[in-house]
């Protein structure tokens, strides 16, 4: 079964801020929630992690909801450059016990900046 | 930066030849891996490298086979390549500490079974 639930597809207009879902119901405790993404013709690329509080880093926002089942990446002025396959991924860190079983990448959200 | 490098951006090979895919990090990471992409498919890991010398299977590791004898490469190997072989072939790295670990991923290599 699927940790994650995103949509398939999303458009955005350029210069707005993208927010990108993802259901993750079955988060345990010492789950963290991942986001990559993959442009096109690229290996996917590290944005941002999270456990519970909400995240910023230089490329994006992670809020995390306070029962931990869903979360939101925001790209806040997004770009055409921003166009790329978008992962959600819940899983328990290497360096923390977890397996390589929890290396899972979903289908992940298309999101395609309109300009 | 965490530089990873494959061997090939593109690859084509003829049904039952002998394939190797290698891939290179430059940051002494212990951990490496190699992904398939299939359109609709996602990622789906093949092999994991936790040290040289050390591999646990992913979740389609039938067809291939790894080899990691030294800390900075990890090499995929097609026995025998079939045409259902055809994909996208991603490697790449992995480090981490205080709870969390983040991967390094290489561009790809299209590989391409006539």
């Known amino acids: 079964d699927a940790k994650t639930t995103q949509p398939p597809s999303m458009d955005c207009a350029e210069g707005r801020a993208a927010n990108l879902p993802c259901n993750h119901s079955?988060?345990?405790?010492?789950?963290?929630v991942y986001w990559y993404r993959q442009i096109h013709s690229q290996g996917p690329q590290y944005i941002i992690h999270g456990l519970k509080n909400n995240e910023t880093n230089e490329m994006a926002s992670l809020i995390i909801t306070e029962d931990r089942k869903s979360s939101t990446l925001i790209l806040p002025h997004a770009t055409l450059r921003d166009t790329a396959v978008y992962y959600c991924?819940?899983?328990?860190?290497?360096?923390?016990?977890?397996?390589?079983?929890?290396?899972?990448f979903g289908k992940g959200t298309h999101l395609i900046i309109q300009p | 930066d965490v530089k990873v490098t494959q061997s090939s951006r593109y690859l084509v090979k003829r049904t039952g030849e002998k394939v190797f895919l290698e891939c290179v990090q430059d940051m002494d990471h212990e951990n490496m891996f190699w992904y398939r992409q299939d359109p609709g498919l996602g990622l789906r890991l093949i092999y994991f490298?936790?040290?040289?010398?050390?591999?646990e299977k992913g979740d389609i590791p039938e067809g291939y086979s790894v080899s990691r004898e030294k800390k900075e490469r990890f090499s995929l190997i097609l026995e025998s390549a079939s045409t259902n072989q055809t994909s996208m072939y991603l490697c790449?790295?992995?480090?981490?500490?205080?709870?969390?670990?983040?991967?390094?991923f290489g561009p790809g290599t299209r590989l391409t079974v006539l």
């Open positions: 490298s936790y040290d040289v010398k050390m591999k």
């Open positions: 991924i819940v899983r328990v860190a290497l360096y923390s016990g977890g397996g390589a079983d929890g290396l899972t």
């Open positions: 079955t988060i345990s405790g010492n789950e963290y």
């Open positions: 790449g790295s992995l480090t981490g500490g205080g709870g969390t670990d983040t991967q390094y």
